[in-house]
C-alpha cells in the first residue's frame, strides 16, 4: 500500500467518523430531550460531550491534516474549484 493510499483511507475515515459521531450524538440527545426527564437529559448530555471530545474533534483535526498531505502527494494546486468550495464550507 501506498503512501498516497494509506493517507486517503485515514481522510475517509476521518469524515467517516464525523458523519457517524455526529449523527449519533444528534440522534441520542433528540432521544433524550424527547422523554422530558432532566436528570436523564443531563447524563446524556454529559456522555455527549466525552463523545464529541474523544471522536469528534479527532477527526475534525486530522481532515485538513490528511487533506493537505493529499494534495501535496497528488500535485493538487489550492487554487482548484472544488478544493476551494470544500474549504469554504469547512
Known amino acids: 500500500m501506498t503512501l498516497y493510499f494509506l493517507v486517503r ?3 475517509v475515515l476521518g469524515a467517516i467518523v464525523i458523519l457517524g459521531t455526529g449523527s449519533g450524538i444528534a440522534f441520542f440527545m433528540l432521544m433524550a430531550h ?3 426527564e432532566a436528570a ?5 448530555a454529559a456522555t455527549v ?3 464529541a471530545m474523544l471522536f469528534t474533534l479527532t ?6 491534516l490528511t487533506g493537505g498531505l493529499l494534495m501535496m502527494l497528488s ?3 489550492v487554487t482548484e474549484h ?4 470544500s474549504l469554504t464550507l469547512y
Open 9 to 11: 483511507y485515514l481522510h
Open 34 to 36: 424527547l422523554s422530558r
Open 40 to 44: 436523564f437529559i443531563a447524563r446524556t
Open 49 to 51: 460531550v466525552v463523545a
Open 59 to 64: 477527526a475534525v483535526i486530522l481532515q485538513p
Open 75 to 77: 500535485d493538487v494546486p
Open 82 to 85: 472544488w478544493l476551494v468550495a
